[in-house]
């Protein structure tokens, strides 16, 4: 059976049919090649933080089309990753009773045609945009402290003389200090150290999205009261194969760490938990597409077809001629 053709667009390029104001041809080229365009929540939350209004109403009208496919957050597959995982190692730490109406009512919002959070962007965008904190609330400080830990972890791998990422698979780290209870000093694989960190981080936050989607089906209390079989289920135990988005959102920052930092380096990381959900990814980025093909070799499961378009007046046509299935175009190699 052959399935569509997913084709994930980044934020420049939306912006550049969007600016033009083509979205008709962008329409029929996807219904001609057959092929599905999938929208991650990431894409609605730069572009409701577009500064010129008309922009943004433009931008967000496009992007909620109801022909596209809806995505969910990166929090919530992220979740459901570890979920699957703690199922299968840690089923103890899951509840007798798991909250589903809880549960459901998040997820419908994002999931139903009509009047759920795409439909409110679409209608209501300055609103929804006040709703999400895309300026001053939650989402803008998460932003901001996405942006702060880019520009520290580059900070701290030029301090230490490296200037270029070797293979990823085995790369491996110790703690400067102790290391964490019960789990003895051999070395860490770098990607679990970071996941771990970063769970463990979010989850001190009472609003962070990871609650959310989390706290329905485990047993926070229980988890608490396990601080050495938690550690020793991330550090040691869990599979990269079972957890993709957090194994691509730490390689892309590992990356990144030695590359330009610029305002969008976060978006960039965040944007790579979708790459499983989608066959073609296109970007004006060429850092962006030059990572995703960095990593096809080391990553243990399937990494999409990645294609650079050039940023100007010639992105929509070389779009348009992407998805009717002319070669990808590669950026030239870093110099």
């Known amino acids: 059976m052959n399935l569509p053709t997913r084709i994930l667009l980044d934020t420049n390029v939306w912006s550049a049919f969007a600016r033009d104001g083509v979205g008709p041809d962008l329409f029929r080229a996807v219904k001609t090649a057959g092929a599905t365009l999938v929208v991650p929540p990431l894409?609605?939350?730069?572009?409701?933080?577009?500064?010129?209004a008309e922009s943004r109403r433009h931008l967000v009208s496009l992007l909620t089309m109801r022909t596209w496919k809806r995505l969910m957050p990166e929090a919530y597959t992220q979740c459901l990753e570890i979920i699957s995982e703690i199922r299968r190692l840690r089923p103890a730490w899951l509840r007798s009773q798991?909250?589903?109406?809880?549960?459901?009512?998040?997820?419908?919002?994002?999931?139903?045609?009509?009047?759920?959070?795409?439909?409110?962007?679409?209608?209501?965008?300055?609103?929804?945009?006040?709703?999400?904190?895309?300026?001053d609330g939650w989402s803008r400080a998460l932003l901001e402290q996405a942006r702060w830990g880019s520009q520290e972890q580059r900070r701290l791998v030029h301090s230490q003389g490296v200037?270029?990422?070797?293979?990823?698979?085995?790369?491996?780290?110790?703690?400067?200090?102790?290391?964490?209870?019960?789990?003895?000093?051999?070395?860490?694989?770098?990607w679990r150290v970071s996941?771990?960190?970063?769970?463990?981080?979010?989850?001190e936050i009472s609003r962070h999205p990871y609650r959310d989607w989390l706290e329905p089906f485990l047993d926070f209390d229980l988890i608490e009261c396990s601080e050495i079989s938690w550690n020793r289920f991330w550090l040691r135990e869990i599979a990269e194969a079972e957890m993709p988005r957090l194994w691509l959102q730490w390689a892309f920052e590992m990356l990144q760490s030695t590359q330009k930092?610029?305002?969008?380096?976060?978006?960039?990381?965040?944007l790579s938990n979708y790459l499983p959900e989608c066959d073609l990814v296109i970007s004006a980025d060429a850092n962006?597409?030059?990572?995703v093909e960095r990593i096809r070799d080391d990553a243990p499961f399937y990494i999409p077809d990645a294609a650079h378009v050039p940023a100007g007046s010639?992105?929509?046509?070389?779009?348009?001629?992407?998805?009717?299935?002319?070669?990808?175009?590669k950026p030239k190699a870093s110099l």
């Open 195 to 203: 996941t771990w960190s970063c769970t463990r981080k979010a989850l």
């Open 288 to 291: 962006f597409i030059r990572n």
């Open 261 to 270: 930092v610029t305002p969008g380096t976060p978006g960039d990381a965040a």
């Open 98 to 135: 798991p909250d589903m109406q809880r549960f459901t009512k998040q997820r419908y919002d994002w999931t139903r045609k009509t009047g759920g959070l795409w439909e409110r962007a679409r209608f209501r965008t300055e609103e929804t945009g006040t709703f999400l904190g895309i300026s």
């Open 43 to 52: 894409i609605l939350y730069e572009a409701l933080a577009t500064p010129s």
């Open 163 to 190: 200037r270029a990422i070797g293979p990823l698979k085995n790369f491996t780290a110790t703690f400067p200090g102790n290391s964490p209870e019960g789990m003895g000093n051999e070395p860490f694989q770098l």
């Open 314 to 329: 010639g992105m929509v046509a070389e779009t348009l001629a992407l998805i009717g299935g002319r070669k990808h175009q």
